[in-house]
DNA sequence: CACCTCACACTACCAATTGTAATGTTCGCA
DNA sequence: TGCGAACATTACAATTGGTAGTGTGAGGTG
């Protein structure tokens, strides 16, 4: 299975989980590799939460492709199948294309307002990388 | 109400609705003003359907705005709030805005891949709207 | 005038997704 | 040898989207 929705009225990781499988999945992605009772004590400092609500998500994660279980004995240590870096780069190229493919010229309109508002020097990034292109030939 | 997700296995409509939303929203934006009857004629063509169930998903599609409703005598008229294009227009923009504000740089490092995949040509579009905000300054 | 039909409203059910949690099972160790 | 921790199984609730039955009201026709 993968992130099959890009959810636009959220944000960050909530743009593809739903809320306590983003939480999972920000505790995941800053520690280590962990049992399901590790996540459940670092969720529990905020909110009390089941144990097995926890167990749940966390499989269905595992379901999903985005968490990997392996056996340590009689426990399970989970960790994300990508890093975080990996996931938005992956995410971000998928959407990139989806969203060229979708709307092609469209988007391309759109570009260079999102850009200078989001921030302008990204403009001159891209040029570079066009020029490189171009050169390139 | 709105459209809140980008649906990353789908295509065309069906990235933003359902399957029969996005039929009906395909025939209310290639036709007139229509009323259920209307539509489910035109949907009956190729699949029998019943014609409360496309009352009941018109009116989800007037309660999430992107369908307007208008009694006429005793029939309701039906049309989208935007034409396609401005529908398009919109929900680009947004996603591209909310790509650039999630993932930034990354964006940005993937959109000379993604367009030159797409169509070269746009790199060109591209290039020429970034040497006429240049000379704007 | 009684009635029938048609358009619409209301209500409900199903499947999938996500959050929640009770109950059942297994296995190591005290 | 039996307890407790970790895991498995199962299920329920809310939400979204597809489906459709039943109820209501108004207009035309016999």
Redesign the interface.
Known sequence: M????????E??LN?FFGPLEARIMHILWNGPEMAIKDVQVRLAKEQAINFNTVMTVMNRLVDKGVLRKRAEGRISLFQPTQSLEQF??T?????????????????????????????PA??E???Q??QA?KKER
Chains 1, 2 share one sequence.
């Open positions: 993968k992130i099959h929705s890009f959810k636009t009225n944000s960050g743009r938005l780069e995410q971000s190229k998928e959407l990139t294309n989806d969203l060229l493919e979708e709307f092609g010229p469209l988007v391309v309109n759109h570009m260079l307002d999102a850009l200078e508002e989001a921030d990204l403009i990034q891209l040029e990388k066009i292109l």
